[in-house]
């Protein structure tokens, strides 16, 4: 059977002994495979090789010229003699190494470049872009132009020039390709181009070249123009950093511009130098002569905020250079809290005029609710020289803190904080920009190290200071013999140890203080291209948001410091300048808190039984007591010479009297130099209309030129302001109307109880009159004193004592962050607003006008019957005037009783905002008698309790 039909066969059962069809050595389809090369000879012909004297070793002989040209002459083998040379038996046979002379072999440029790229067989470029230059160039030249790119009248300039060229353009230089015209640089030739190229694809990376050629002249202009036109400090600073920048620029280029070797690498350093060139470009653009260190440093601060999500590089320089500018404005700061020694001329009181910085020194005029000027010199804030990125908080705390050193400094010049090393050596952290959370932590952790190492070294020399302090006043005690000459220094050996030491010294070599400058090195690499790998994921980092970096940056240290030099400056308040007696002085006789100084002074103004101080002529004073007896004269006002006979005496034996009513008080004053504040009578200036009125003896404002005269030591001059006196002068007056009421009232009621009045049979009218004005004007001044000033400031007073315990003790807290937070400026609020409530419990703001004035015309009501009952001569005459001014008097009181249920129906404080802000502060202490209005209430009580005077009640 054929192995084909077997193949075929599929139920044939196969033979798996049989060997494989493959391995037959017989038939014509294994001819290919066959180890019988017999059948080669038929199909190739190849002659043998014979190894005779033509043979492969066979020594080659001299060839001469004849045989050189008919080597030369021979024409080509044919066939035929092609077939005989590889014959099996012919004797001659062409072999190269037998030829009679080597073949002559081209020379060649051998190098190492070459070596390592071995000839090798090149194809057939199938692109045009794959030709070469040279076939690309042609293209582009030709006159048929047959890529349509238009670039035949285009010169072809040298590769190397133009790179040379761009990256010169780049730095703002000029070349032999470019020049610099308007502003602007122009190329030489209109139409150029390198080889390989055409002028479409250079013409991106030229423009590109071009820009930041403008933007380096623009940027190097404005830096050469800084230091002679605009020399302040941010804008020198900002200059300082763009010249930096611009010179690591032309460094790098000198450099690393040569090494470009292909447009890609040329593209890629001058697209780094336009990253960098343009946000400074954006940022200068913005800048205006007219701006303010503040406004660049505003801009500087929204640039690079913008720059936080670009490029980090980019953003790494926004940040440096953010950090430059500021640099002059933080020094200040640290220089005004005290954090570093201050420079240059110090700031004081007494140049009025002068500014650094944020802080001036100005004559400022306050200006009250009736519209009095007051002026006051003192170092102002000045908000509009302020960056708007720092926070207000913030900036409160600087320049009280500021305000407050100098106050030190002025006072005590000995105190520990007067003395700069003293906080220099416990080594106060510098004020930066923070950018992340970790240099954040650890500026909290090294502000919390330093507030307790500057506080335990107070502690230590203050402690120090008292103890040399009781030293030297046992010293002066012990007597003044046996005082020796002492002479402090050294010995010769000591000055010879310190010459040899300085000369070995001097002898060393300089050593070199190499600082890396951190925004050379981030330009350096943003050009470079180097290091990428430090930068991948610094975009993804979790860092606070700019609106909170000046608050974390800056607030730890100026809190802290402002923490420490704020309790010194108020304990000193406390301490060394008395602050409570100069309140307590206030107390007692702007706000009628002394009984003896109420009295006398009452008798002094009011008692016709006094004798008279007004001069008369042939009349001699008796010696007795003298008074201004304003109800039993005929002129008016007074004389000053009378005041001073009339007055004389009053707040100095007042004073005294409640001093040595005080547990540690005693002695007696002898004089009102004594008195704190230079205390004293004096006359109010008044504009000619209110002078008018106090020509009138029987009018309301007969006293108003009185008033008490205080000038607050320079150390107090913060907690008595000028707007704060005028208060208090404020509420002097019209406690002094109160008191003149009082007196009227008590000698009109005592006068018709005991039938002692000229006339003698009063009418029903007058009766009524005299019964309801005395408890009308009883309730009025209770309501006053009782309510208005002693309630308010009792809780005054118990804030002042936590205060004072909290600052002035021994055992205090500094973590407590309820004591730490008093400071002079607290304590001002405080001030101001008791006196704002004084006022509105008096009704002396401003929307309480009208009521005030009801309640005046009450009072001149009171006082015009007064004067009738004084002048009456017959009671029938004047009854019906009586009667009048009863029926006038009832009306008014009525309205005042209604208008008072709506003021405590609306229950509407009207504080200033600043003592809005301060109420958190101090509602602790002053409790209920602050955040409720329950006043007019009191007064709604005291004078109609049982609805007596409500409408249509008889």
């Not at 694809?201 to 123009?225: E, H, N």
């Not at 410091?561 to 107390?587: C, P, W």
């Not at 002898?670 to 008018?692: A, I, K, T």
């Not at 400026?825 to 101001?832: A, D, F, K, P």
């Amino acid at each position: 059977m054929a192995v084909d039909d077997e193949a075929a066969d599929i139920f044939a059962i196969p033979d798996f002994w049989k060997s494989s069809s493959w391995l037959a050595g017989d038939g014509p389809t294994s001819s290919f495979f066959s180890l019988d090369l017999r059948e080669i000879d038929s199909r190739v012909k190849v002659d043998p090789i014979l190894t005779d004297d033509e043979g492969f070793f066979r020594q080659p002989a001299f060839a001469s010229e004849s045989q050189q040209d008919s080597t030369l002459n021979d024409e080509p083998t044919t066939e035929e003699e092609s077939e005989h040379c590889f014959s099996e038996g012919s004797d001659s046979i062409l072999d190269l190494w037998l030829l009679d002379e080597p073949r002559e072999k081209v020379p060649e440029y051998k190098s190492w470049d070459t070596f390592g790229a071995q000839d090798a067989p090149r194809l057939q470029a199938l692109y045009v872009t794959e030709a070469g230059p040279n076939v690309y160039d042609a293209l582009l030249g030709g006159e048929e132009d047959p890529l349509d790119l238009k670039n035949g009248e285009h010169a072809v300039v040298n590769t190397k020039t133009y790179f040379s060229a761009l990256m010169a353009v780049a730095v703002g230089r000029e070349s032999v390709l470019f020049t610099y015209d308007a502003k602007v640089f122009k190329p030489v030739l209109p139409k150029m181009r390198i080889s390989g190229y055409s002028g479409d694809v250079l013409r991106g990376i030229q423009d590109m070249s071009v820009g930041c050629g403008a933007m380096f002249r623009r940027l190097r202009k404005l830096v050469d123009s800084t230091y002679t036109k605009h020399p302040t400090p941010v804008r020198v600073a900002l200059a300082s950093a763009l010249d930096t920048v611009l010179g690591v620029i032309e460094a790098t280029i000198a450099v690393e511009g040569r090494q470009a070797r292909s447009l890609l690498q040329l593209q890629l350093k001058i697209r780094g130098i336009f990253s960098i060139l343009r946000e400074f470009d954006g940022l200068v653009g913005g800048l205006r002569s007219s701006h303010t260190d503040d406004a660049i440093l505003s801009l500087v601060f929204r640039r690079a905020m913008a720059a936080e999500y670009k490029d980090v590089h980019v953003r790494d320089t926004m940040r440096e250079v953010l950090q430059r500018v500021s640099r002059p404005w933080l020094d200040f700061m640290e220089e005004w809290i005290g954090t570093r020694p201050e420079t240059g001329i110090r700031l004081t009181k007494n140049d009025v005029g002068l500014r650094k910085c944020f802080v001036k020194v100005d004559s400022e005029m306050y200006v009250d609710d009736f519209g009095q000027e007051v002026e006051d010199v003192d170092f102002r804030l000045d908000r509009e020289s302020v960056p708007e990125f720092i926070p207000d908080d913030i900036l409160d705390a600087i320049f009280e803190t500021g305000k407050n050193l100098r106050f030190i400094k002025a006072s005590h010049p000995n105190h520990p904080l007067a003395r700069q090393e003293n906080v220099s050596t416990n080594d106060p952290p510098r004020n930066s920009w923070l950018y992340d959370w970790d240099s954040i932590l650890r500026l909290e952790n090294r502000v919390a190290d330093y507030q307790a190492s500057l506080a335990s070294t107070l502690s230590r020399l203050r402690a120090e200071n008292d103890d040399q302090q009781r030293q030297d006043n046992l010293t002066s005690l012990s007597g003044q013999e046996g005082f020796e000459l002492r002479v402090f220094g050294a010995d010769a050996s000591q000055i010879e140890h310190l010459i040899l030491s300085s000369i070995q010294e001097l002898g060393e070599p300089l050593r070199e203080n190499v600082k890396e400058d951190k925004l050379k090195v981030i330009v350096k690499k943003r050009l470079s291209g180097g290091q990428q790998n430090e930068y991948e994921d610094r975009g993804l980092d979790f860092s606070p948001h700019w609106s909170l970096l000046p608050a974390l940056s800056f607030g730890p240290i100026v809190m802290a410091h402002a923490r420490i030099v704020n309790r010194e400056s108020l304990r000193l308040l406390f301490t060394a300048h008395d602050l409570r007696g100069h309140l307590r002085v206030q107390r007692q006789f702007h706000l009628f808190g002394n009984g003896m100084f109420c009295s006398r002074l009452s008798h002094a103004l009011f008692d016709p039984d006094l004798e008279t101080a007004e001069r008369q002529p042939g009349v001699a004073r008796q010696g007795g007591v003298m008074g201004l007896r304003l109800s039993g004269r005929d002129n008016w006002p007074p004389a000053s010479s009378e005041l001073r006979l009339a007055l004389m005496g009053i707040l100095a034996e007042s004073y005294a009297s409640e001093k040595n009513a005080e547990p540690h008080g005693g002695g007696s004053l002898e004089g009102p130099q004594d008195l704190p504040g230079d205390l004293s009578f004096s006359v109010r200036d008044m504009s000619p209309e209110n002078v008018d009125k106090c020509m009138d003896q029987d009018a309301l404002e007969a006293l108003d030129f009185l008033r008490l005269s205080y000038k607050p030591p320079p150390a107090l001059a913060s907690i008595f302001t000028p707007v704060i006196l005028v208060q208090y002068d404020r509420v002097f007056k019209v406690m002094l109307r109160v008191l003149r009421l009082v007196y009227v009232i008590n000698q009109l009621f005592q006068d018709i109880n005991s039938r002692t009045c000229r006339w003698y049979n009063p009418s029903n009218a007058a009766v009524r009159f005299c019964f309801e004005a005395r408890h009308f004007v009883h309730s009025i001044a209770s309501y006053f004193v009782d309510v208005g000033i002693s309630k308010t400031w009792r809780a005054f007073e118990f804030w002042l004592d936590k205060v004072e315990k909290n600052v002035v003790g021994d055992d205090d807290d500094r973590n407590d962050e309820k004591g730490t937070r008093h400071s002079p400026e607290r304590l001002r609020l405080c001030h101001s607003l008791i006196l704002d409530h004084i006022m509105h419990a008096l009704l002396l703001r401003k929307r309480q006008q009208p009521v005030l004035a009801l309640l005046e015309e009450i009072f001149t009501s009171v006082l015009q019957f007064a004067k009738r009952v004084r002048t009456t001569l017959d009671d029938a005459e004047e009854g019906p005037e009586v009667g009048d001014l009863y029926g006038a008097f009832r009306k008014k009181v009525e309205v005042f009783i209604t208008v008072c249920r709506g003021l405590a129906e609306k229950g509407d404080l009207g504080l200033r905002k600043e003592a809005e802000e301060v109420m958190d502060d101090v509602q602790d202490a002053l409790g209920r008698e602050l955040r409720e209005n329950s006043n007019i209430g009191y007064l709604l009580m005291k004078l109609d309790m049982f609805n007596y005077y409500w409408k249509g009640t008889r």
